[in-house]
């Protein structure tokens, strides 16, 4: 009794001092830092050049198994809604090499994925957002305002994010 007890308090202890993650730096809300990042195919893209427009950003790496999970989903959407933009910044490596670029090209085309595809090369979109955990949704209004952000995925967050999608169409 006393080693469970001693187990107990160890736990509550540790527990009570654990750093939690760090929460993503952008909020419901707030406008979404602007950000610049080199496209997979050449040239760059900015997010504030999609004002205007209904933005999806997916984060994520070929090594994230929910991330092909998250970006099949969005493959559905880009293709039925183009009202919608649908972008995916991946955050392979910090150090990403030419390897890097191939494996990401080799796992796009094995995931039937066509959207465009940003590459955070120094991860400077990581810290801009504080992302945690791959994948990351977060939608944009025709604002730039953030209406959604969640970090991992799962088959529930389709149903939130086109609940959200719905209420940006609806202006509310």
């Known amino acids: 009794m006393k080693r469970i007890a001693a187990s107990l308090a160890c736990t509550l202890v540790l527990a009570f001092f654990a750093v939690p993650a760090q929460a993503l730096c952008v909020e419901v809300g707030k406008n979404v830092p602007d950000i610049s990042l080199p496209k997979l195919e050449g040239g760059t893209l900015s997010l504030s050049s999609l ?3 209904i933005v999806l950003l997916a984060f994520w790496a070929s090594w994230c198994p929910r991330c092909e999970e998250e970006l099949t989903f969005l493959q559905g959407v880009y293709k039925t809604s183009p009202d919608i933009v649908v972008v995916a910044i991946n ?54 305002v953030v209406r959604f952000a969640e970090p991992n995925y799962y088959w529930a967050s389709q149903e939130k994010i086109a609940d959200v999608i719905t209420a940006i169409r609806l202006g509310k």
Do not use: M
Not at 101 to 130: G, M, Q, S
């Open 51 to 53: 004002r205007g427009k």
């Open 91 to 144: 955050q392979e490596s910090q150090n990403i090499s030419q390897a890097h670029i191939e494996r990401i090209r080799k796992t796009l085309k094995e995931w039937k994925i066509d959207f465009p595809v940003l590459v955070d090369r120094n991860l400077e979109a990581w810290n801009a957002f504080c992302i945690n955990a791959l994948p990351t949704s977060i939608i944009l209004d025709k604002k730039g």
